[in-house]
T-cell receptor, first 114, second 116 residues
Framework: DARVTQTPRHKVTEMGQEVTMRCQPI?????VFWYRQTMMQGLELLAY????????DSGMPKDRFSAEMPDATLATLKIQPSEPRDSAVYFC????????????FGQGTRLTVV | AQSVAQPEDQVNVAEGNPLTVKCTYS??????LFWYVQYPNRGLQFLLKYITGDNLVKGSYGFEAEFNKSQTSFHLKKPSALVSDSALYFC??????????????FGKGTMLLVSP
Protein backbone atom coordinates (compact mmCIF):
# COMPACT_ATOMS: atom_id res chain seq x y z
CA ASP A 1 0.00 0.00 0.00
CA ALA A 2 1.81 3.14 -1.24
CA ARG A 3 2.08 5.93 1.28
CA VAL A 4 4.15 8.95 2.23
CA THR A 5 6.50 8.18 5.11
CA GLN A 6 7.68 10.86 7.51
CA THR A 7 10.30 10.56 10.23
CA PRO A 8 10.44 11.18 13.09
CA ARG A 9 6.78 11.12 14.15
CA HIS A 10 7.54 13.15 17.26
CA LYS A 11 10.46 15.41 18.14
CA VAL A 12 11.12 17.39 21.29
CA THR A 13 14.13 19.66 21.18
CA GLU A 14 15.59 22.63 22.98
CA MET A 15 15.54 26.10 21.56
CA GLY A 16 18.57 26.75 19.37
CA GLN A 17 19.03 23.15 18.28
CA GLU A 18 18.92 21.99 14.67
CA VAL A 19 15.93 19.91 13.63
CA THR A 20 15.77 17.75 10.52
CA MET A 21 12.54 16.19 9.30
CA ARG A 22 12.53 13.59 6.54
CA CYS A 23 9.96 12.51 4.01
CA GLN A 24 9.84 9.63 1.57
CA PRO A 25 7.30 10.45 -1.14
CA ILE A 26 5.26 7.84 -2.94
CA UNK A 27 7.33 6.19 -5.67
CA UNK A 28 6.65 7.81 -9.02
CA UNK A 29 5.25 11.04 -7.62
CA UNK A 30 7.01 14.11 -9.02
CA UNK A 31 5.58 16.76 -6.69
CA VAL A 32 6.37 17.22 -3.00
CA PHE A 33 4.85 19.69 -0.57
CA TRP A 34 5.77 20.68 2.99
CA TYR A 35 2.96 22.10 5.12
CA ARG A 36 2.90 23.31 8.72
CA GLN A 37 -0.25 22.95 10.82
CA THR A 38 -0.99 25.03 13.92
CA MET A 39 -4.21 25.82 15.72
CA MET A 40 -3.86 29.52 15.00
CA GLN A 41 -2.77 29.47 11.35
CA GLY A 42 -4.20 26.20 10.10
CA LEU A 43 -2.31 24.61 7.20
CA GLU A 44 0.44 26.77 5.74
CA LEU A 45 2.44 25.86 2.66
CA LEU A 46 6.16 26.06 3.37
CA ALA A 47 7.71 24.60 0.22
CA TYR A 48 6.76 22.98 -3.06
CA UNK A 49 8.99 20.89 -5.29
CA UNK A 50 8.40 19.52 -8.76
CA UNK A 51 10.85 17.04 -10.24
CA UNK A 52 13.10 17.81 -7.23
CA UNK A 53 13.33 21.51 -8.13
CA UNK A 54 11.96 24.06 -5.65
CA UNK A 55 9.09 25.97 -7.28
CA UNK A 56 7.72 27.88 -4.33
CA ASP A 57 9.20 28.39 -0.89
CA SER A 58 7.74 31.83 -0.28
CA GLY A 59 5.93 30.60 2.84
CA MET A 60 9.13 29.51 4.52
CA PRO A 61 11.17 31.72 6.88
CA LYS A 62 14.41 31.76 4.91
CA ASP A 63 16.67 32.74 7.77
CA ARG A 64 16.15 29.49 9.66
CA PHE A 65 14.30 27.04 7.42
CA SER A 66 15.61 25.13 4.44
CA ALA A 67 14.07 22.43 2.27
CA GLU A 68 15.84 20.11 -0.14
CA MET A 69 15.34 17.00 -2.24
CA PRO A 70 18.70 15.22 -2.42
CA ASP A 71 17.09 12.55 -4.59
CA ALA A 72 13.64 11.48 -5.76
CA THR A 73 13.08 9.29 -2.69
CA LEU A 74 13.95 11.82 0.01
CA ALA A 75 12.81 15.30 0.94
CA THR A 76 14.16 17.11 4.00
CA LEU A 77 13.06 20.13 6.00
CA LYS A 78 15.59 21.66 8.36
CA ILE A 79 15.21 24.30 11.03
CA GLN A 80 18.37 25.90 12.39
CA PRO A 81 18.21 27.33 14.99
CA SER A 82 14.82 26.17 16.24
CA GLU A 83 12.56 28.45 18.27
CA PRO A 84 9.49 27.74 20.46
CA ARG A 85 7.23 29.37 17.84
CA ASP A 86 8.25 26.59 15.42
CA SER A 87 6.29 24.09 17.51
CA ALA A 88 3.71 22.60 15.15
CA VAL A 89 2.88 19.52 13.11
CA TYR A 90 4.81 19.39 9.85
CA PHE A 91 3.28 17.45 6.98
CA CYS A 92 4.86 16.23 3.81
CA UNK A 93 2.64 15.39 0.85
CA UNK A 94 3.35 14.05 -2.62
CA UNK A 95 1.44 13.93 -5.87
CA UNK A 96 1.63 13.51 -9.60
CA UNK A 97 1.67 17.22 -10.33
CA UNK A 98 -0.79 19.27 -12.31
CA UNK A 99 -3.57 21.33 -10.84
CA UNK A 100 -6.09 18.52 -10.77
CA UNK A 101 -3.97 15.94 -9.00
CA UNK A 102 -4.65 15.29 -5.34
CA UNK A 103 -1.85 15.30 -2.80
CA UNK A 104 -1.22 12.32 -0.52
CA PHE A 105 -0.20 13.24 3.01
CA GLY A 106 2.16 11.59 5.45
CA GLN A 107 1.33 11.15 9.14
CA GLY A 108 3.23 14.27 10.08
CA THR A 109 6.06 15.17 12.46
CA ARG A 110 4.92 16.75 15.72
CA LEU A 111 7.67 19.18 16.73
CA THR A 112 7.91 20.69 20.19
CA VAL A 113 10.63 23.26 20.85
CA VAL A 114 11.14 24.02 24.53
CA ALA B 1 -3.92 35.24 -4.76
CA GLN B 2 -6.18 32.26 -4.23
CA SER B 3 -8.04 31.58 -1.01
CA VAL B 4 -10.56 29.26 0.61
CA ALA B 5 -13.12 30.15 3.26
CA GLN B 6 -14.80 27.66 5.55
CA PRO B 7 -17.23 29.88 7.46
CA GLU B 8 -18.04 27.39 10.22
CA ASP B 9 -15.47 26.34 12.80
CA GLN B 10 -17.75 23.52 13.89
CA VAL B 11 -20.82 21.72 12.57
CA ASN B 12 -22.97 19.60 14.85
CA VAL B 13 -25.39 17.02 13.47
CA ALA B 14 -27.25 14.02 14.84
CA GLU B 15 -26.48 10.57 13.48
CA GLY B 16 -28.73 9.69 10.57
CA ASN B 17 -29.36 13.32 9.62
CA PRO B 18 -27.94 14.92 6.50
CA LEU B 19 -24.82 17.04 6.87
CA THR B 20 -23.36 19.98 4.98
CA VAL B 21 -19.92 21.52 5.44
CA LYS B 22 -19.56 24.81 3.61
CA CYS B 23 -16.70 26.05 1.46
CA THR B 24 -16.26 29.06 -0.80
CA TYR B 25 -13.19 29.86 -2.85
CA SER B 26 -11.45 32.61 -4.76
CA UNK B 27 -9.02 31.93 -7.64
CA UNK B 28 -7.85 33.33 -10.93
CA UNK B 29 -8.25 30.76 -13.64
CA UNK B 30 -10.19 27.52 -13.66
CA UNK B 31 -10.49 26.05 -10.16
CA UNK B 32 -9.68 22.55 -9.05
CA LEU B 33 -11.43 21.84 -5.74
CA PHE B 34 -10.74 19.21 -3.12
CA TRP B 35 -12.04 17.94 0.20
CA TYR B 36 -9.82 16.24 2.73
CA VAL B 37 -10.58 14.73 6.15
CA GLN B 38 -8.24 14.58 9.15
CA TYR B 39 -8.74 12.22 12.06
CA PRO B 40 -6.91 12.89 15.37
CA ASN B 41 -3.13 12.50 15.17
CA ARG B 42 -3.30 11.55 11.51
CA GLY B 43 -2.45 13.14 8.19
CA LEU B 44 -5.01 14.51 5.77
CA GLN B 45 -6.90 11.95 3.75
CA PHE B 46 -8.30 12.73 0.30
CA LEU B 47 -12.11 12.48 -0.01
CA LEU B 48 -13.06 13.86 -3.42
CA LYS B 49 -12.25 16.45 -6.07
CA TYR B 50 -13.82 18.53 -8.80
CA ILE B 51 -11.85 19.03 -11.98
CA THR B 52 -14.42 19.56 -14.71
CA GLY B 53 -17.72 18.17 -15.92
CA ASP B 54 -20.62 17.18 -13.68
CA ASN B 55 -21.07 19.67 -10.85
CA LEU B 56 -21.97 16.91 -8.39
CA VAL B 57 -18.93 14.91 -7.37
CA LYS B 58 -19.11 11.66 -5.43
CA GLY B 59 -16.28 10.51 -3.20
CA SER B 60 -15.24 8.16 -0.44
CA TYR B 61 -17.43 7.02 2.49
CA GLY B 62 -20.67 8.28 0.92
CA PHE B 63 -19.60 11.92 0.74
CA GLU B 64 -20.41 14.16 -2.19
CA ALA B 65 -19.84 17.80 -3.05
CA GLU B 66 -21.53 20.24 -5.37
CA PHE B 67 -19.58 22.75 -7.42
CA ASN B 68 -21.40 26.04 -7.96
CA LYS B 69 -19.47 28.39 -10.19
CA SER B 70 -21.76 31.40 -9.81
CA GLN B 71 -21.57 31.21 -6.02
CA THR B 72 -17.91 30.08 -6.02
CA SER B 73 -18.85 27.33 -3.60
CA PHE B 74 -18.00 23.68 -3.15
CA HIS B 75 -20.05 22.41 -0.20
CA LEU B 76 -19.49 18.92 1.18
CA LYS B 77 -22.58 16.81 1.83
CA LYS B 78 -23.68 13.44 3.07
CA PRO B 79 -27.29 12.20 3.16
CA SER B 80 -26.96 10.35 6.47
CA ALA B 81 -24.22 11.13 8.98
CA LEU B 82 -22.40 8.52 11.04
CA VAL B 83 -20.71 9.02 14.42
CA SER B 84 -17.50 7.81 12.74
CA ASP B 85 -17.68 10.82 10.37
CA SER B 86 -16.67 13.06 13.27
CA ALA B 87 -13.37 14.63 12.21
CA LEU B 88 -11.77 17.82 10.87
CA TYR B 89 -12.64 18.60 7.25
CA PHE B 90 -10.58 20.77 4.92
CA CYS B 91 -11.54 22.32 1.62
CA UNK B 92 -8.70 23.14 -0.78
CA UNK B 93 -8.26 24.82 -4.15
CA UNK B 94 -5.68 24.96 -6.88
CA UNK B 95 -6.00 26.52 -10.28
CA UNK B 96 -4.98 26.21 -13.89
CA UNK B 97 -2.99 29.29 -14.80
CA UNK B 98 -1.32 30.45 -17.99
CA UNK B 99 2.00 29.85 -16.25
CA UNK B 100 1.04 26.33 -15.21
CA UNK B 101 -0.71 25.17 -12.09
CA UNK B 102 -0.97 26.86 -8.74
CA UNK B 103 -0.26 25.14 -5.47
CA UNK B 104 -2.87 23.68 -3.16
CA UNK B 105 -4.35 26.23 -0.75
CA PHE B 106 -6.38 24.99 2.22
CA GLY B 107 -9.15 26.49 4.27
CA LYS B 108 -8.84 26.60 8.07
CA GLY B 109 -10.93 23.50 8.53
CA THR B 110 -14.35 22.68 9.96
CA MET B 111 -14.78 20.28 12.86
CA LEU B 112 -17.72 17.96 12.26
CA LEU B 113 -19.27 16.42 15.38
CA VAL B 114 -21.88 13.73 14.88
CA SER B 115 -23.83 12.83 18.01
CA PRO B 116 -25.36 9.37 18.56
Amino acid sequence: DARVTQTPRHKVTEMGQEVTMRCQPILGHNTVFWYRQTMMQGLELLAYFRNRAPLDDSGMPKDRFSAEMPDATLATLKIQPSEPRDSAVYFCASGLGGGGAEAFFGQGTRLTVV
Amino acid sequence: AQSVAQPEDQVNVAEGNPLTVKCTYSVSGNPYLFWYVQYPNRGLQFLLKYITGDNLVKGSYGFEAEFNKSQTSFHLKKPSALVSDSALYFCAVSASLRSGYSTLTFGKGTMLLVSP
